[in-house]
């Protein structure tokens, strides 16, 4: 199929699927709703602008997936599944900062987030299948183990949290709920670098360029929709960019500074062989 009609078929059924999952499993409650109404639900606008927001978050997932596609793997399908875990499991690990800042039921945001998770897989899916076979993808030399990058990731992403707190004073649960608050911040840390080890076959080898695309090209547009749902539902705040900035920048920080250290260390192979390229042998056009 191509790509001008695939991202609107995985807009339209993703969306779909988002709305029919969270009807079934975490439908809207009226308690749910802040007291005071934000802007779309006191104009009666809530339902539509809901309706918006699924329509540009998926544009934007099978957007990105289109760019990294044919460096992600040999299989259509195999890509499709994992875009999907990777930016699904961000929405469900995300879900759960609202336990510590609003005091809402672990259960029922565990629900949400398998909502979530579920219909990105199931977007992931239909790219996936509708994709074409060929692939670009080589052997990826990685320097640095993938636990080392994970944990580079987190570190970053919890001193950045940190700073924005004591810094901005961005809204937090570090003083009310300190030990659930640095086991989200470490959880979410770990996923957005198990997204980076997922992804990092597909992402550009330049350093600056890797970083910028990693960061603010998947994480952050991905990090950024996600926080404007909150604006829609609730309201929009100063707080919702700083912490999304903040987030981002660490991530990319975070990134830049595995890509400087990769490059000073021997690469070995941590991808199976695809297009023909030998088990084992380097090739030039993936060079750093």
């Not at 903040?246 to 062989?273: E, F, G, K, Y």
């Amino acid at each position: 199929m191509k790509p001008m009609f695939r991202v609107p078929v995985v807009a339209i059924a993703g969306s779909a699927a988002n709305m029919i999952l969270h009807g079934i499993l975490s439908p809207l409650q009226p308690a749910d709703m802040p007291q005071t109404p934000g802007f779309f639900e006191a104009h009666g606008l809530l339902v539509p602008a809901i309706c918006c927001w699924e329509l540009l978050a998926f544009t934007a997932f099978a957007l990105t997936f289109l760019l990294l596609e044919a460096r992600m793997g040999p299989s259509s399908l195999v890509r499709g599944l994992l875009f999907g875990a990777a930016v699904g499991g961000l929405y469900f690990v995300g879900m759960f900062e609202s336990v510590l800042l609003l005091g809402s039921s672990p259960v029922k945001e565990a629900l949400m987030g398998v909502a979530d998770l579920a219909s990105f897989l199931i977007a992931g899916l239909i790219l996936g299948r509708t994709g074409h076979h060929q692939t670009r993808s080589a052997p990826h030399l990685r320097a640095l183990p993938g636990v080392v990058a994970v944990a580079t990731i987190t570190s970053c992403y919890l001193t950045g949290r940190l700073l924005a707190a004591a810094l901005l004073g961005i809204r937090s649960a570090w003083v009310t709920r300190p030990l659930g608050t640095l086991c989200w911040t470490l959880s979410l840390g770990v996923w957005i670098g198990v997204m980076y080890i997922l992804l990092e076959p597909a992402l550009p080898h330049r350093p600056l360029t890797r970083a910028s695309s990693f960061a603010i090209g998947v994480f952050g547009a991905t990090w950024l929709i996600n926080h404007l749902f909150i604006g829609v539902a609730i309201g929009f705040s100063l707080d919702l960019l700083e912490r999304v900035a903040i987030d981002t920048v660490s991530v990319w920080i975070a990134v830049l500074m595995i890509q400087t250290i990769s490059q000073r260390l021997p690469r070995h192979q941590t991808s199976l062989p695809v297009g023909g390229v030998r088990h084992g042998a380097p090739s030039d056009a993936h060079s750093v």
